[in-house]
């Protein structure tokens, strides 16, 4: 690199050190980053980003939204790199869902060195260098799960919990909570609570098929932490003829394909999320913040156990079937 | 004269691609900045040229800035480390599918060393490229022991060295205490060119090493001899199967190596991770003009591959495209790449 070239590069890195301060009549640039784009629960998210948009264009506040998931889903090498790019391009702030609680730190906490500012929503990050940590408080959901099978099954029987994936925080904690409950049901037995969905539906049919071939015949009851695991595992259940309520069938998340199967009765309850509020808040807090407002560290969007019974509930039917067209064009 | 004029060519070809590729992206950013910045003013009554006196080219600069330098580099490290290995057994007419997992199943070799008591960090990296030069070693000797197709072995070493990494991590990510490893790919100062993290340090010599180690050296001969006509090497006197072994083996070396560089960016070892990584360090090396068919390749030409890709994905996403189109993109890339390289060398003929 000659001289010159190495100098012109010095002068644009500082340059770029001054931005924030040029650029103070600028759209607030939001990046929201998700652990992926596929699933229908990140869909939800993305309208909640682009409702805070529209509300805070409203009070006249404006706001760029911009979405951006790893480039190969569930990829937390390809998070980071995200992360770090949007930080390179000075964005406003970063609200980010992040795919680890451990390999997130650095590009978090460097976001912060940048003086780019970030929101977790979702699952945790073991860091304090965040503005607000936005999301389901998913113990307590996995904790209503559990009671709710514990319930169903008049307290006895032989439970299946079929894990999502490694280190996913959100999960892991719905997998814990579930845990806790069901540990109040001394007639109930797990049977197994080792296997791993996997990130797709594929995946997760894949497992739940050689879960059951080998327990099929003796579970009463079955619990999955998120939208993949629970619609995988109800194919399975299907497959062998167990699904319709001989099985009784805990699920996580309203992806559409379990709201049929709900109503079909293969699925006889489900812990849902409020994914539109939670983008929807993780855009809003990042814009208090920016604009000089205090916020809380913790914010919770709640959590509710949708069965057969109350899914016809107005509100409930909001929680279903989210009005994404009206936010994502 | 006139050969080695070609010959420089074929070094400069992907060099050329790169500087291409970055004033492409420079342009566009400096149209969307001037865009965006008529928009954001709501001044679209002004003529164009007008309005480029008001911007501020953020996206611009932020492209060129020797931030976003630093950060293209260190994210090129794990694909152009691999790239590095892959080019010598790419050279040799062979090929390794399974470099991504080795990666992986390093990345959670060296986190479980970590976690041990007696493993000093120094112990860790060695273990850890060695444990990738010994899948090379595998790949290399059922390569050449049984005469079989290097696609084969190393697709079923891909999900075998995949499945040991989940084994290893307890199918789990595998975290370990603070390490002075972590070092090695850290952003001290984000904003800033310098501090570069070691990585790219290591990775720069590496190539060099490794470049040097290709044209210099007897070992290098052989592997270029084998790759153009195996058959022919034979005959020459050169020990095929013997250097097809080592080959591996070194591929190997590299791997491991990337797979401990990938432990010290994600700060813990991921069975899961690198899926596909394979493909990337394929494609840089192909992208910088090595041939399938064996006996073409540079080293350079492979660094400056990785580099394509890692500044196409920086580009794209500093001008906000969405992931499909990125991919769509960096496939057209590759195709096109190759593509040029074939009618160059026809036109040579």
Redesign the interface.
């Given at each position: 690199m000659n001289p010159a070239r190495f100098i012109g590069r010095i002068l644009f890195a500082t340059s770029i050190l001054a931005l924030p301060l040029l650029a103070a009549d600028r759209p607030l640039t939001i990046a929201v980053v998700p652990k992926g784009t596929t699933h229908e629960y990140w869909k939800s998210i993305h309208a909640g980003a682009e409702k805070a948009k529209l509300e805070l264009a409203q009070q006249g506040v404006r706001v760029n939204v911009i979405w951006k998931g790893p480039l190969k889903e569930d990829d937390r090498d390809q998070q980071i790199q995200v992360v770090e790019n949007f930080m390179i391009r000075h964005v406003s702030g970063i609200v980010l869902a992040p795919l680890d609680s451990k390999a997130l730190v650095r590009p978090v906490e460097n976001a912060e060195k940048a003086k780019v500012p970030v929101v977790i929503i979702d699952s945790g990050l073991e860091t304090d260098k965040y503005v607000s940590f936005v999301a389901t408080d998913n113990l307590k959901g996995g904790q209503m799960a559990g009671e709710e099978l514990g319930k169903l099954l008049g307290g006895k029987g032989k439970v299946i919990l079929l894990r999502y994936a490694v280190g996913s925080a959100s999960t892991e904690l719905r997998e814990k909570g579930f845990l806790e409950a069901l540990a109040k049901f001394p007639d109930i037995k797990l049977i197994s609570s080792d296997q791993y969905a996997g990130p797709t539906r594929e995946t997760s049919y894949q497992a739940s098929q050689n879960l059951l071939r080998r327990f099929g015949n003796e579970v009463d009851g079955i619990f999955c932490p998120n939208e993949n695991s629970t619609i995988g595992m109800t194919m399975a259940l299907r497959d062998i003829g167990r699904a319709g309520g001989k099985v009784k069938m805990m699920g996580f998340d309203a992806g559409s394909q379990s709201v049929e199967d709900m109503k079909k009765g293969d699925v006889q309850g489900l812990i849902v999320q409020n994914p539109l509020y939670m983008g929807y808040k993780g855009v809003m807090t990042m814009v208090e913040h920016l604009q000089g407002k205090p916020v809380e560290k913790r914010i919770d969007t709640g959590v509710v156990l949708v069965t057969k019974d109350n899914m016809d509930d107005p509100k409930i039917k909001d929680l279903l079937y989210p009005p994404l067209d009206k936010y994502l064009k | 004269m006139k050969i080695s004029w070609r010959k420089h060519l074929n070094t400069l070809g992907p060099l050329v691609g790169l500087i291409f590729v970055v004033v492409i992206f420079a342009t566009l950013l400096a149209w969307k900045d001037v865009m965006d910045g008529r928009e954001?003013s709501g001044e679209t009554g002004v003529s164009f040229f007008a309005s480029i006196k008001d911007t501020?080219f953020?996206?611009l600069?932020?492209f060129?800035?020797?931030?976003?330098?630093k950060?293209v580099l260190?994210?090129t490290v794990?694909v152009a480390l691999g790239a590095l290995g892959m080019t010598v057994v790419i050279i040799s007419g062979g090929i390794d599918l399974s470099a991504g997992s080795v990666v992986a199943l390093c990345s959670v070799v060296g986190a479980q060393l970590l976690n041990t008591s007696w493993a000093s960090p120094w112990g860790v990296v060695l273990i850890t490229v060695a444990a990738g030069g010994v899948v090379g070693l595998v790949n290399g000797g059922v390569v050449a022991g049984l005469r079989m197709m290097p696609f084969i072995v190393t697709l079923g070493m891909m999900t075998i060295a995949r499945g040991a990494a989940k084994w290893l991590g307890g199918?789990?990510?595998v975290?370990f205490p603070d390490t002075p490893l972590?070092n090695l790919m850290?952003?001290h100062?984000?904003?800033?060119?310098f501090p570069l993290p070691y990585g790219v340090w290591i990775t720069a010599g590496l190539a060099v090493l490794t470049a040097l180690l290709l044209r210099q050296t007897i070992f290098g001969r052989y592997v270029f001899a084998i790759g153009s006509n195996e058959a022919t090497a034979r005959l020459c006197g050169i020990r095929v199967q013997w250097m097809k072994v080592v080959v591996y083996a070194l591929a190997g070396l590299y791997f491991g190596l990337a797979g401990l560089m990938?432990m010290a960016?994600?700060?813990?070892g991921?069975p899961?991770?690198?899926?596909?990584l394979e493909l990337d360090m394929i494609a840089a090396v192909v992208i910088g003009g090595a041939s399938l068919n064996g006996g073409a390749g540079s080293v350079a030409g492979s660094m400056v591959g990785a580099l394509i890709m890692t500044t196409l994905?920086?580009g794209s996403?500093?001008m906000?495209w969405?992931?499909y189109f990125?991919?769509i993109i960096i496939g057209t890339v590759i195709v096109l790449a190759v593509a040029l390289d074939r009618l160059r060398h026809r036109a040579a003929k």
């Open positions: - | 954001f501020d953020y996206g600069k932020a060129l800035g020797g931030a976003n330098a950060i260190t994210q794990i199918n789990q990510t975290n972590l850290a952003l100062k984000p904003d800033a060119f990938q960016r994600l700060a813990q991921d899961t991770v690198a899926i596909g994905r920086s996403q500093l906000g969405p992931n990125q991919e």
